[in-house]
């Protein structure tokens, strides 16, 4: 009997597996073509996500020790800078993640993360030296804590429930992931050349205009798409 069961209970897997459409190479193309063609979640790729992937590589890879080691810092001292990103960003995702949940106004939750982030960066010139690297990491942390939730559901809310295309709310994630790391990859290209012209404390400045850009970028785009 158990037998005749799990026979009938294969089968019956099988059937459904084959009468699933199939993930070919062109259909996930143009998956990811729709997600190109969608104007909402390509404003968060572009003018939040990558950014934010972009300033926390270039400052917490680069940016940051470098400058603190011109300053003739201690490499643990260095280190305790660096931590204080770390520190900040798992004390407040949670209760960021809470916020934008709970007011359902996504897009004021990452437009804020990404003006602290551009302040971060503003913080190295109005105090100088070792404390305005500390309090550049700190509310840096705090931005991106603040944008790390509402960016993902933006990207998933925009293809949930489409019949109009074939990009699911999983692939568009994916390709939001994908995306974001490309500000990884560009990043020390693009913070080199900006030491090289404007010097340590000038890269961050720039770096600083640079999000606050893009923030106002994304915000005026999904502003009016809405």
Not at 64 to 86: E, H, K, M, N, W
Request: hydrophobic letters at 55%.
């Amino acid at each position: 009997m158990c037998s005749a069961i799990t026979a009938i209970w294969k089968v019956r897997n099988l059937n459904q597996e084959h009468a699933r459409p199939s993930k070919t190479p062109s259909y996930l193309w143009q998956a990811y073509l729709d997600i190109w063609r969608e104007p909402r979640a390509m404003a968060v790729i572009l003018g939040a996500a990558l950014p934010a992937r972009l300033a926390a590589v270039g400052l917490l890879s680069l940016l940051i020790p470098l400058y603190a080691s011109d300053l003739q810092a201690a490499s643990t001292v260095t280190g305790r800078i660096l931590l204080l990103y770390f520190l900040v960003f798992a004390l407040s995702v949670g209760a960021c993640a809470q916020w934008s949940d709970s007011t359902g106004n996504r897009l004021s939750v990452i437009v804020a993360g990404g003006l602290t982030s551009a302040a971060a960066c503003a913080s190295v010139a109005l105090l100088d030296g070792i404390w305005g690297l500390a309090l550049c990491s700190a509310l840096l942390g705090l931005g991106q804590a603040m944008q790390s939730s509402p960016q993902v559901a933006l990207i998933t809310e925009a293809f949930e429930g489409s019949t109009e295309r074939m990009a699911t709310s999983e692939q568009a994630l994916a390709a939001f992931r994908l995306l974001e790391r490309a500000g990884s990859v560009i990043a020390p290209f693009v913070i080199t050349a900006a030491i090289h012209i404007w010097g340590y404390a000038g890269a961050i400045t720039s770096l600083g205009a640079f999000l606050l850009l893009s923030t106002l970028c994304m915000y005026v785009r999904l502003k009016v798409g809405h």
